[in-house]
């Protein structure tokens, strides 16, 4: 299932096929153009050139979700809250993971194969939009073990489809074969240093 990754789309410009594109590079064109604003604009002079300013929302360096800072509702909105049985009819949430396409998250291995996910969450103290998923299947990695930290990653498969709107919306998978950047921000509900679930949900780098 890993290689639903390597899958390439072609994109069609003015009815001429273009330079295919990975499926992944087309989410990150997805994600920039949902995370961006764009202004017009004119000279102050008669009959003048419109154009256009795009400014893309990125988020200032932070500390660790640990003394971390809350998200804007919608600014991560592949953030997947992975849901577990408590012993009864219901369910708590103890992984996180991303979305990467209508039918599959991207979580950690060890996180085991979860009951539900749960997207669209920014507080877990209010009821929004958010709506919880039946899992299908959970695909770890061949070579992960218990006992050592090495290929810790799975795919959860949904049984439907997700529909995405503003604060649904797959995440923009890294290309390239060089990690030429200095940060990253970490995204989750987490715990806080006093042991606690952060109800709403944070942002670290």
């Not at 997805?30 to 961006?36: A, C, D, G, R, V």
């Not at 953030?79 to 992984?95: I, N, V």
């Not at 103290?125 to 006992?147: I, L, Q």
Request: hydrophobic share 40%; charged share 20%; proline share 2%.
């Amino acid at each position: 299932m890993l290689k639903l990754l390597l899958l390439a789309a072609t994109v069609l410009l003015n009815g001429r096929v273009s330079v295919a594109l990975r499926v992944s590079e087309l989410k990150c064109q997805q994600y920039l153009e949902q995370n961006s604003r764009r202004t017009m604009g004119a000279a102050l002079t008669l009959n003048p050139d419109i154009f256009v300013v795009t400014t893309v929302n990125c988020s200032d360096s932070v500390d660790l979700i640990v003394n971390g800072e809350e998200a804007d509702r919608g600014e991560f909105p592949h953030q997947a809250l992975l849901g577990y049985s408590d012993g009864g009819d219901g369910y708590e949430f103890r992984c996180g993971g991303s979305l990467i396409s209508d039918r599959f998250v991207l979580t950690a291995a060890h996180c085991g194969t979860p009951r539900v996910v749960r997207l669209g969450e920014h507080s877990l103290s209010d009821e929004e939009d958010e709506e919880d998923f039946e899992v299908g299947a959970f695909y770890k990695h061949p070579g992960y073990t218990v006992k050592a930290s090495y290929n810790d990653i799975a795919l959860v498969k949904l049984v439907r489809g997700v529909d995405f709107y503003n604060f649904v919306r797959p995440a923009c998978l890294w290309t390239s074969t060089e990690l030429n950047i200095s940060t990253v921000i970490a995204t989750g509900f987490g715990h806080t240093k006093f042991g606690g679930l952060l109800l709403g949900l944070s942002r670290g780098s």
